[in-house]
């Protein structure tokens, strides 16, 4: 009996987040009249415009009903301590028919970036860095995947050259709290210890909005964003 | 007594000596530069930049000098420290070597006029002054040099295996199809800060032209191998083989058209005609591993 209450107590305070680990969930909505997305003439490249019936659309502000925005990266900026070490899983940015998959990719300090080409032509994988160092590869078809890593936490804009319509994002964080709105503007931070939290939300035109949160167990608290739309 | 005293009077007179010694020598060697034999110091570089550099470069280096709103392509940032011309590999620092190179080469289609007029001495402590204008020089080092096996001789065959990777790697998107810098992305390039900027165009090219970083095979086989950083030339290191390399040399020489060359010797024997090649390239690898009889040929021909 007495040994029970003692593994009780240790396996409380040595695993206090199993206990107690609240989620902050909401959603990403806008106010004002977003600029329309533009179409993309692939007419250049006709590897890539021949795998679209209709012209492709510019995804700088992606919206859905009743105003939700996605591409939104939502991240816990203060009250977490820093992850002392990147997990070991890669994440994966794909140049698919001359597109970004995903179109904003978020990772860790330190944690492998693969880089792939799933297309029939020669892509330039050009990560516009200012913390981090800029650098600028040649990626033919059927070459292996690139393995890069940020050693800083900044929003990277990534382009392609020779491509100039291709444009994304690497979100290079330093918590491995974050999530991004997809589909309907929704976003579920998971696992968070009781403490106060400041959420920072960034789009890449709307720029960023903060929140504070203060989690105290096991609960789920509701904290939505709303971005001003640019009608430019 | 006194002579215990004066003893121990000495020991602590040498140990501040050394402590003094140390304490200047450390941040001195931070903003020393080092080229063969010469040793470049920032302190005096500085009165020969505000002299030389400060109208176009500006007071902090960061090409906003009073008369960079004239310049196309603008001036380089020296404190974002994303430097063209490098013998280490895309996104690293250059050596010291390689910015004593740029400055007194000049930088061909720009307003960078080569600085050989100034002494060496002079240019070295131009080096190790425009290396102040970054933190990057405190945190980060050099790339490792490229090395660059031997040329192997211009054949043919050499040119046609050449042209083939011209065609896969897809240069003349940017080039164009005979190197004339008009392929069909070219008129939508922007450098890393959106200025428009134009590619190489190699039938330009004459006798006396050089490329932006350099006029020699090595330097053509270095731009290409490593990036022009801060430009929309990417680096091919990881996906060319260094005998594919060569080759692609071979054929880019053929593209200046108007110039002297052994490559565009070669070509006329050949009847002027580039054969189709059988040759398989090498198949491409994320690191290649450099090649067993290959010799560091890094730095200035």
Redesign the interface.
């Known amino acids: 009996m007495r040994s029970t209450k003692v593994f009780i107590t240790s396996a409380l305070l040595l695993c206090p987040s199993l206990m107690l680990a609240g989620t902050v969930s909401g959603k990403i909505t806008y106010t004002g009249t977003p600029a329309k997305p533009k179409t993309i003439d692939m007419s250049k490249e006709p590897n890539c415009a021949k795998a679209y019936t209709t012209p492709p659309l510019t995804e700088s502000v992606v919206t859905g009903a009743g105003n939700t925005l996605d591409n939104v990266v939502v991240y816990i900026s203060a009250g977490a301590p820093d992850e002392k070490s990147a997990p070991s899983q890669a994440v994966t940015f794909e140049q698919h028919n001359c597109r970004y998959t995903p179109h904003v990719l978020a990772m860790q300090i330190g944690q492998e970036l693969k880089v792939v080409n799933s297309d029939q032509t020669s892509h330039n994988i050009h990560p516009l860095a200012k913390l981090n160092r800029e650098w600028n590869k040649s990626q033919p078809p059927g070459t292996p995947p690139l393995s890069e890593k940020f050693d800083k936490e900044e929003f990277i804009p990534v382009k392609c050259n020779v491509h100039p319509w291709m444009r994304g994002y690497f979100a290079v964080l330093k918590t491995s709290h974050y999530a991004i709105s997809t589909g309907d503007g929704k976003f579920t931070l998971p696992n968070l210890p009781p403490g106060k939290y400041t959420l920072t939300a960034w789009h890449e035109d709307y720029g960023t909005n903060t929140a504070d949160v203060t989690i105290t167990g096991n609960e789920t608290k509701d904290v939505d964003f709303t971005f001003k739309a640019k009608a430019y | 007594m006194t002579r215990t005293f004066n003893r121990a009077m000495w020991m602590s007179l040498l140990l501040s000596l050394i402590c003094l010694i140390l304490v200047c020598a450390i941040p001195a060697r931070a903003q020393e530069t080092r080229v063969g034999k010469l040793t470049g110091h920032a302190a005096a570089g500085k009165q020969n930049y505000q002299r030389w550099c400060i109208g176009c470069h500006g007071p902090y280096g960061d090409g906003n000098g009073e008369n960079a709103q004239w310049i196309e392509p603008k001036p380089r940032d020296f404190a ?1 420290a ?1 430097f063209k011309c490098r013998s280490t ?4 620092l250059p050596t010291d070597e390689d910015l004593y190179n740029s400055v007194a080469r000049g930088f061909t289609n720009s307003n960078m006029p080569h600085w050989d007029p100034l002494t060496k001495q002079t240019r070295i402590d131009l080096v190790a002054y425009i290396k102040t204008f970054s933190d990057r020089w405190k945190t ?1 080092k050099p790339g490792d040099i490229l090395k660059i096996p031997a040329e192997p001789p211009v054949t043919i065959q050499s040119i046609a295996h050449g042209s083939e990777l011209f065609q ?3 240069c003349w ?2 080039h164009g199809q005979q190197g004339r810098g008009d392929g ?2 070219a008129s ?3 450098d ?1 800060k959106d200025n428009p900027i134009r590619p190489y165009n190699f039938a330009a090219g004459t006798d006396d032209s050089r490329f932006k970083c350099g006029n020699t095979n090595q330097d053509i086989y270095k731009i290409f191998m490593t ?1 022009v ?8 290191n ?2 060319i083989q260094p005998n594919d390399a060569w080759d692609l040399v071979h054929y880019l020489r053929t593209l200046q058209i108007n110039r002297h060359s052994k490559e565009n010797e070669v070509l006329r024997a050949a009847g002027g005609k580039i054969p189709k090649t059988e040759t398989p390239a090498t198949p ?3 690191q290649p591993a450099p090649q067993p009889d290959a010799k560091p040929q890094g730095g200035r021909k």
Not at chain 2, 89 to 92: A, E
Request: aromatic letters at 4%.
């Open positions: 974002a994303v590999p895309t996104g690293t980060d896969k790697l897809e998107k940017c069909p992305s939508t390039l922007t890393s990036g950083d801060g430009t929309p030339m990417p680096s091919f990881d996906v491409p690898a994320s």
